[in-house]
């Protein structure tokens, strides 16, 4: 009997930790950038890439806790123009994991101003010693 219970609570702590753990292999090499009330942002440092001088390449995601959705970009930022463009996107439940909606086309630009996310996550990529 007891060796019974010891394994139901073995399987119970193990798919708690396999639940708890599920939302962090979806964010694997994102690091943490802020958030603006129930949204997180994050970027994966390991995908920075100058396109120009002044135009970089990385990939962010989204955590929107209101509506359960992980939103993860490619995005192309261009600090010159101050203008940031999504390159690719892909949408996910965010507690399942479920892929939801892919999209591979360009959109247009959009313009950003100084005290926005998109400049925080820029500021978090170009100035290590501010993390």
């Given at each position: ?57 990385s990939d962010v995601a989204v ?69």
């Amino acid at each position: 009997m007891l060796r019974l219970r010891t394994k139901r609570l073995f399987f119970l702590l193990f798919s708690l930790l396999l639940y708890c753990t599920t939302p962090c292999l979806a964010l694997e090499g994102m690091e943490f950038v802020d958030a603006d009330d129930k949204t997180g942002y994050y970027v994966n440092l390991n995908s920075v890439h100058w396109e120009a001088d002044n135009v970089l390449i990385s990939d962010v995601a989204v955590v929107k806790a209101a509506t359960n959705r992980l939103y993860v970009y490619t995005m192309r930022f261009d600090m010159e123009k101050r203008t940031y463009r999504i390159l690719h996107s892909e949408v996910f439940a965010y507690d399942t994991r479920e892929l939801l909606e892919t999209n591979a086309s360009t959109v247009s630009e959009h313009f950003y101003g100084p005290a926005s996310m998109m400049q925080e996550i820029i500021d978090y990529i170009l100035y290590p010693e501010g993390r």
